[in-house]
């Protein structure tokens, strides 16, 4: 069977079956006592389990099936859940992480996984230092072998089969130790037990006991109108059994077991008598509701499409964008009525197409985030510090190429919630806060942008020790720190090399700062704002394009050569005098609205070759970043247009405030200015 086709839907579905034991155990951790998650988690690790298995990635299956063994016996009581047996749980879903990303990066999926199995075999055993927080449910004798594994079902069917006759039975048996073919006897014993009654329920499960995953002894439960002796003279008789106890339980022994359980009632006396004629109990005895959802499965209505093959459609709809172009500038230039018309419609089947694929490429930012959760719990821990992280609007959805590059900007600036934002339980005591901080993540969209902000009730961020330290290290003057408003100097905290941490850790900052971040944040075409109140909190809130590939500009002409500049950047253009030019520090100034905006020529900046002459009147586009703001001097407007962004390449890397070109319809290709470089 050639498994290559299948790696990649082996590697996704792997990581959201992964994906989803993260978030489950999470929960679990809250609600140690239910049942339903446990169950999820099983699910989520058994699917895995038999996925490594077909793709032949053995250490990636064993692991998950010694995982798959614990989860199995706190699902049947005889563990119970405790943070010990979690966090060796969480250690296992790490190594298990490791793997599939080896195999996605190429690798075989090996990995030394034995210490973490040696742990969940202990733990299955019981016979961890974690034994004093586990409750080994059922006497360990091998007389009362199952007592209380039964689940609510299971209970029901025992005592209806009781009440109408039968008699039920715990079987223990043991093979000889050099037993070759366990899984053979195994099924000979079943073939015994199946003539004389119906096999209810077995230990280890059916699954196990057919790969041989057991020891020696293995133990049955069967509802039946034959004796004790009877039942054992049989089972004795096959060959390679050694020993055989048969216990019967009684209706009492039953009753007790339901009341702990809080059964419910399900009435199924009829359902008892065909299971015990028919001898089909894994069909006939689901539950009506069981069935009814069985017959609900509905088709997918998802296809899992390559990231790659999207990319090469998004290149070939610039291309198209580009002709596009080109095309309405023939129709205007040959004024043929028949041409225009077609190309407008042109136009407006491939904006319609242009926004398919964009919403295609789309990703929900909750692939992001899913990860957070672990991590933040992880960093509480190594900190003692009590932590609850909120995340809203997961479903939010950004272009793939924004998803890929924010991650890291928010894993540090969730480090630094935890680690400097959020005080340790005594001094949110002290401050009469819960001990319990909040951390919230959360996005949104707003106009063509989405937010993204992080929000802490911690400590705040205080303005005399961000000013202190500033000044410290010469990042802004005594002077001018006292001209700043809060705003500024909480901004000061993104310059470079800047951090307020007493001693450096690698939590948070390692003594970086948070420069990284914002540079990455703009490099994307967004920005960072910070808010915060001492003591009560801050936040952090991250402003990012929907998407980068095609954006709207304002092309601007320089001498003979074009531009763009995107709209995003732009507050407002206009004509202004040559007399309400100013200077000021040796800078030419405008007064913009009651504010002093500085003037850049782009002609200057760019080189391009022009005549010394004087003029009147100048064109003047007003950019902002942040609260700076500066005024672009051009030679006229062109107007708004969407263009393809392409970039310069690896040969033209460090070109100074040009972030890409365009090729426009005319077939003349645009610089796109990067108006945060010419602010800064």
Known sequence: MELNQYLEVFIEESKE?????????????????????????????????????????????????????????????????SPEILDVIFLAVDHLEDMVQSIAGGGDGKRDVTEAVKKLILIEKGESTVAAEVEVAATAAVEAPLLSNY???????????????????????????????????????????????????????????????????????????????????????????????????AFDDLQRMASKGETKEVQLEDKVMD????????????????????????????IRVNIERLDILMNLFEELVIDRGRLEQISKELENTELTETVERMSRISGDLQNIILNMRMVQVETVFNRFPRMVRQLARDLNKKINLEINGADTELDRTVIDEIGDPLVHLLRNSV?????????????????????????????????IEIQDDGAGISRQKVLKKAISKGIVTEQSASGLTDKQVFELILSSGFSTAEKISDISGRGVGLDVVKNTIESLGGKISIDSTENAGSIFSIQLPLTLSIISVMLVEIQREKFAIPLSSIIETAIIKDTDIMNAHNQKVIDFRGKVVPLLFLKDIFEVPSEAVEEQFHSVIIVRKGDKMAGLIVDSFIGQQEVVLKSLGNYLTNVFAISGATILGDGQVALIVDCNALIK
């Open 17 to 81: 079956h992964l994906q989803a034991c993260n978030q489950h155990l999470l929960e679990l951790e809250k609600n140690p006592e239910d049942l339903s998650i446990i169950n999820e988690i099983f699910r989520s690790a058994h699917t895995l389990k038999g996925m490594s298995a077909t793709m032949g990635y053995e250490d990636l299956a064993s692991l998950t099936h010694q995982m798959e063994n614990v989860l199995d016996a706190i699902r049947n009581s005889r563990l119970k859940t």
């Open 151 to 249: 689940d609510e079902f299971e209970l029901t069917v025992l005592k209806q089969s009781k009440e109408q006759g039968f008699g039920v039975f715990e079987i223990s048996i043991a093979l000889r130790e050099d037993c070759l073919l366990k899984a053979a006897r195994v099924y000979m014993v079943f073939e015994v037990l199946e003539q004389i009654g119906e096999v209810i329920k077995t230990t280890p499960s059916v699954d196990q006991l057919e790969e041989e995953q057991f020891d020696q002894e293995f133990s049955v439960t069967i509802v039946s109108k034959e004796g004790i002796d009877e039942i054992k003279g049989k089972v004795m008789k096959v060959s390679e059994v050694v020993k055989t106890d048969v216990r019967s339980l």
């Open 275 to 302: 299971l015990m004629e028919s001898q089909s109990f894994e069909v006939e005895a689901l539950p009506a509701e069981v069935k009814k959802n069985n017959t609900k499965q509905t088709s997918s209505k998802t």
């Open 419 to 451: 680690d400097h934002g959020i005080e340790s339980p005594e001094e949110r005591r002290a401050k009469g806060k819960s001990e319990e901080g909040t951390v919230v993540l959360r996005a949104y969209h707003s106009g063509n942008h989405v937010f």
